[in-house]
Structure formats: C-alpha cells, structure tokens
C-alpha cells in the first residue's frame, strides 16, 4: 500500500537446501543480454523437476503482504515451506510515524523506513510463532550489477524467513509516484533510499531494465516454486479526485499505483527468468504463480469469516507495533498508525478480503479413455500435462510441456462431444512499460481424446483497446448438449462477454451479455437437465445470472464466487454461497450441509461440495459425511473437484495431487 497511516502486508524469504543461495554476499547470475528476447512459447520443452518448496514473494511496501497475501502466506509458512520476501520500495513515504498521544516531531523518512522493518520482523518472529523482539540476522547481499539490498533472515523451530529490502524511493521531487514513473519511462532513473540503522551505507540507481535484471536473478539464485506478487491490471474504477486521494488510488483504477508498477516489473522479470532458464534449450522452471488484488477490497462486499479475519488482522498488529514498546531499534518500534485495533477499524477495510487476480480452480482435470485422469496448469508461465500413471492409481507421470506462455495463473477447459478437450487462457501478448501492454485469449484444441494437441490459437479480446483488455477476468467454459461451446469472461465494464465456438468449430464474435450490475471476477457455469446454459456471477447487490444470454431473477448476495449444480426446481439451479463476512454454507434451494470455510467452492450433483475450511485445509462433504485432508504436501490456491468425489490441486511443490476420501 501507499498510505503510511495503514499497514500492508508481510512476506518472508527463505532458502531451503543446497538449492537455495547463501545469504552472505551471494551473486546473482546476469539475465539474458538482449532485453526484447521471451521464451519461445512452443511446446515440447523439458520441466524442471524437484520436491522441494520455496514461496517467493514480491511486494510494493513492507506490510503488502499482510494486507493482500495473507492468509496464504501464513498457511504456507506454518506447512513449513521457507519463504523469502521482495519489498521494491523503502516505505519511507511522507516520514511520519505518529499517532494520537504522541509528540510531534519532524518527518523523518529514513526513521520511518527503518521502523516499518522493525514492524517486519516483529510481525514475522511472531508468525513463526518467536518472541516478536528475536534478533534477525541482517546482512548486505550483492544484486545483479553490483547493486547493494539489505536481507534480514531468521530461522525458527525448522522454519525460514527472509526479508530482501531494495530500498527504491516511494516519491522523488521529479516523481510523486516514483516507481510507476520507471515502469513506464525507459529514461527515468531512481535513487535508492538509504534506511536508518541498516547495514546498506551506499546508495545505488536503477533504471527499467535493471530493475527487471535484479527481480530476474533473484529469481534465478532462489528458483521458487511458488510466487506471490500483486494485481499487474487492476479495475477501472472512475470516482472524483477527493474520493480517489481519501482512497489511496491511483487515477482511474481501484490500486495503488506502486502496487501495479511493482506487479508489472514482477511479471517482467518472471518472463526474463524463463528466457534465461530455456535459452540453449534448458528446462522450465516449476513455479505457480498466484496475484493478488489490492485496494479491490475497498469496494466489493468482504469475503472472509470472523475467525480467518481476526486471524489475519492479528498479524498486522505487531507490525504496527507501538511507540512504547521497547524493540531496540531507535527509529521505531513499526509503523504506529497500523497498530492495535486499526486495521479492523480503517475505513477501507483492505484487511477484511482476500482475493485473487485470476480466481480459477487448479488443475483443469479431463478423464482420458481407459478412465485416467489428465492434469492440466500452469506451470513456468506454460501448461503442462500430468497423466495418471493407472486409472485411479493416484501417482503421476512425468509432466509434458503445451508451451503457449506467457500465462496468467487461470485455466479453462471444456470437452467436446467426440470426448476431445480444449483448454482456455489469458496470454500476457505484450508486457511493457512504454505503451505496449496486451493481453488476449488463447486456447488449445486435442486433436483426439486422450491425444496431442494443435497449435495454440488466439481468440482476441472482448475489449478493443489494449488498456481495457488488460481488465479481463478468468475464463470459464461450457459445452452445450448441441455441441456448441460457450466461452465467458468478466469484461473492463466488469460485466460479462461471452464467445461462442459452433459445432463445426467455428468462432462467433465477442458479445456483452445485458449489464445488470457490477461483478466480481470468479464466474460460475453449467448446463441444466433441459440443456439451458446458465452464467453467474457475484455482484454488488445479489448473486446476478443469465440462462441462454438473457437475464434472469437475481439469488442472494455473496461475498464472492458461487458453485451451482442442475436442479428440478423452477430455477433449474441450485447454487451455494456464502454470505459476505460469513462462513456458513447457504443454498438457494433446500437445507445447506454444514461446510463451513472460505474461498472457492466447487459443487456436483447429490450434492458433493469441495472448498476449504477455515484453517485452509481442504474439504470435501458427500453422502452426507465431512471429510478433512489433514496429510500431504500443502495445497497451492483452490482445488477442483472431478468424478464426484475426487479433489485434484496443486502443492507447493509446482506439483499435482490427488484425494480420494
């Protein structure tokens, strides 16, 4: 976040085994020369293969983490996965750090920058479940081009932390918005900010390409396999100039502008770490990537139960600290303004949510003949293919690469009638700061069930513009029983359009379905018993939907994303939620099982209900009993649900599982 009066959110660095880099003055290797150069998107390329986990997450301000990443970094931290944290800029803002009662002194941007670290490793030491005031070890380390950052590690019970400071300046007397001014302008340079009582002395300058060489190698020395970072294309979000300063935004969208600088610099040098690593024909790197909305949590109805908010909230509190805590550290014991009860009591309740920038289940997951499940993800920014080793064995195969990257997170698929599959993304076309920034749909068709596929092909964008077409929300598809496939995704508008691939495989154009209300991202399709096409979608107000394109009688509100299966009643569905700030299972029609959680909800008939539960264990309730998975590698985002009663996800460790309760 950009305002110093909240904290933000929290992220840890760690390295694990002889693949993880040492701290004490490492060297990152030096990314690709030629800085135009992207992976080649062709399939066929070898995969990385490893079992260890590492998360890795990239933040605009010390407390980005807490705000936007939590509860997932939390759960992944408490599994024991290490985790290493990238905050871009120093968080030194205005250099005030006050609250009611306290003396006013002079703006100090480099006490405040250091206090806000402090509130760091408070909040940190605490999470590893340490004496919030642990010593940390605090070191310089050497990034690509000789460039100084301060790394901050502790090591607790097993588990690892380490925090990486690059210190870029949050405003310049050239630049209000510095950072954003670097993303998009190829000649702009910044200086680092030097923060108080830290170990970096030197001050060193960065322009766009250097940045991207630095986030490169780190990525390079650490190779997570699981990355957080922010939202790169945030909603449009029009208000007056009053409601946007008050708000914290930048104008026009619903963030920060750091927060979508520092997103988009992190996809750059995801893409660059992939160039890197293929160049000559190496393997892809095994990595999932999951982003993060930020100031989005101001305007939607909140997601998250009492018991998982007042577990995220906790963990801001030490990182907000407070001015009569004796931390040792002289500039300041956090950043005051977010301690105590303030993050539940700030307006724009960004604590209160968490929501991803592409909220899709993962992997899409096919039966094959001979009844072997296939997995597909994303996986080093390309799909890749795990098939069952046997049907229902639950072990994998080694994975096969699709290509087609650069990708965002989400997966569509949809079976044809002839048992042949497609499978939908989002392509990052073009990622740059000086104009050329695009994204579009692409998709996959199986030239025979169970078989490879054809090369990808692009579907364009339901928005003409590149700007607004950077807005498009995660693709979810059916198949109707005429064989017609219908393709749908959130628009700029944050509405919905659909495409509609005929029988004979050709594509109609993009159309918006009839505007009803603002939506939230996460739609929700399926075909009832009489062969109607149904489209829902949470909106402001209600729980909005279309049958066969038209709209119809809107359910309940939600506090997000919703599951349906078909039903005899008169709406022909029956959908699950949940209500905003509430945990509790609902249903539009009939009692609803006792499936408390949050997050994503998958459903089939009879009814069998896939989610998460409120310590972000997965869950599953069919014939009438409640089952927990309590063992295996830790789930990664939201599992699918498939043959009934079966729950595929992906792990930290970039690879598939199975449950079978």
């Given amino acids: 976040m950009d305002d110093s009066r909240v904290a933000r959110r929290t992220v840890f660095a760690a390295a694990a085994g002889p693949a993880a880099a040492a701290i004490?003055?490492?060297?990152?290797?030096?990314?690709?020369?030629?800085?135009?150069?992207?992976?080649?998107?062709?399939p066929g390329r070898p995969s990385a293969t490893g079992r260890r986990a590492l998360l890795m997450q990239f933040t605009a301000h010390p407390d980005d983490d807490l705000y936007f990443m939590n509860p997932d970094t939390q759960r992944l931290l408490d599994a024991g996965v290490p985790i290493v944290s990238v905050f871009m800029t120093a968080g030194e803002h205005t250099g005030k750090?006050?609250?009611?009662?306290?003396?006013?002194?002079?703006?100090?941007?480099?006490?405040?920058?250091?206090?806000?670290?402090?509130?760091?490793?408070?909040?940190?030491?605490?999470?590893?479940?340490a004496d919030k005031f642990t010593a940390w070890d605090r070191r310089v380390t050497t990034l690509a081009g000789g460039r100084g950052a301060e790394v901050n590690t502790l090591v607790h019970r097993g588990r690892r932390v380490e925090l990486v400071f690059l210190n870029l300046p949050m405003h310049t007397p050239r630049r209000y918005m510095a950072v954003p001014a670097l993303w998009k302008e190829p000649a702009f340079e910044l200086q680092t900010h030097l923060s108080a009582d830290s170990p970096v002395t030197r001050a060193d300058s960065y322009d766009h390409e250097q940045l991207i060489e630095v986030l490169a190698g780190l990525l390079a020395a650490y190779r997570p396999t699981v990355v957080h970072t922010l939202d790169p294309d945030p909603d449009i979000q029009i208000s007056d100039e009053a409601t946007r300063k008050s708000d914290s935004e930048q104008p026009g969208y619903s963030d920060h502008g750091d927060h979508t600088a520092v997103a988009s610099f992190t996809w750059a040098a995801l893409l660059r770490w992939v160039a890197?690593?293929?160049?000559?024909?190496?393997a892809v790197p095994a990595f999932t990537v999951s982003a993060f909305r930020g100031y989005y949590n101001r305007h939607w109805p909140k997601n998250l139960p009492p018991g998982v908010l007042a577990e995220k909230a906790a963990h801001l509190v030490p990182y907000g600290g407070d001015p009569t805590w004796d931390c040792g550290n002289p500039s300041g014991c956090g950043d005051y303004s977010v301690g105590g009860d303030r993050p539940l009591t700030n307006r724009k309740g960004w604590v209160r949510s968490t929501h991803y920038r592409w909220p899709a289940p993962a992997p899409a997951v096919a039966e094959e003949p001979g009844g072997r499940l296939a997995a597909y993800a994303v996986l080093g920014l390309r799909v890749v293919r795990w098939r069952e080793t046997a049907r229902a064995s639950g072990r994998w195969a080694k994975s096969e690469d699709l290509g087609g990257g650069p990708l965002a997170p989400a997966l569509a698929s949809a079976s044809l009638p002839d048992g042949r599959l497609l499978l939908f993304g989002i392509r990052f076309a073009a990622l740059s700061g000086q104009g050329d920034n695009r994204r579009e749909l692409v998709f996959l068709e199986q030239r025979f069930p169970g078989g490879p596929f054809l090369a990808w092909q692009g579907l364009g964008n339901p928005d003409r513009s590149d700007d607004r077409g950077r807005r498009i929300g995660a693709p979810v598809a059916v198949t109707a029983p005429d064989g017609r496939v219908h393709l749908f995704v959130r628009n700029a508008d944050k509405g919905v359009s659909t495409r509609v691939r005929a029988a004979d495989g050709s594509w109609r154009p993009w159309q918006p379905?009839?505007?009803?209300?603002?939506?939230?991202?996460?739609?929700?399709?399926?075909v009832d018993a009489t062969g109607r096409v149904h489209v829902l979608a949470a909106g402001r107000t209600a729980v909005r939907r279309w049958v066969d394109g038209v709209p119809a009688a809107p359910f309940p509100l939600a506090g997000g994303p919703v599951a349906a299966v078909p039903d005899p009643g008169p709406d022909r569905v029956r959908v699950f939620y949940r209500a905003p700030a509430d945990g509790l299972l609902r249903a539009t029609t009939g009692p609803a099982p006792d499936f408390e959680g949050y997050g994503l909800l998958s459903a089939a008939p009879g009814p069998v209900l896939l989610g998460r539960d409120p310590g972000h264990r997965v869950q599953l309730y069919g014939d009438g009993r409640l089952h927990t998975r309590t063992q295996g590698v830790v789930p990664v985002g939201d599992a699918v649900l498939v043959r009934g009663a079966t729950a595929v996800g992906l792990g930290a460790d970039a690879r598939p599982w199975v449950w079978r309760p």
Avoid: C, H
């Fill in 513 to 526: 379905l009839a505007a009803q209300e603002e939506l939230q991202d996460g739609l929700t399709a399926l």
């Fill in 97 to 129: 750090n006050w609250i009611k009662g306290m003396s006013v002194t002079p703006p100090d941007k480099a006490a405040y920058s250091s206090a806000r670290r402090q509130g760091l490793r408070q909040a940190y030491a605490d999470a590893l479940g």
């Fill in 24 to 42: 004490a003055g490492f060297r990152l290797p030096e990314p690709p020369a030629d800085p135009a150069r992207r992976a080649d998107p062709a």
């Fill in 276 to 282: 890197a690593a293929t160049a000559g024909g190496g």
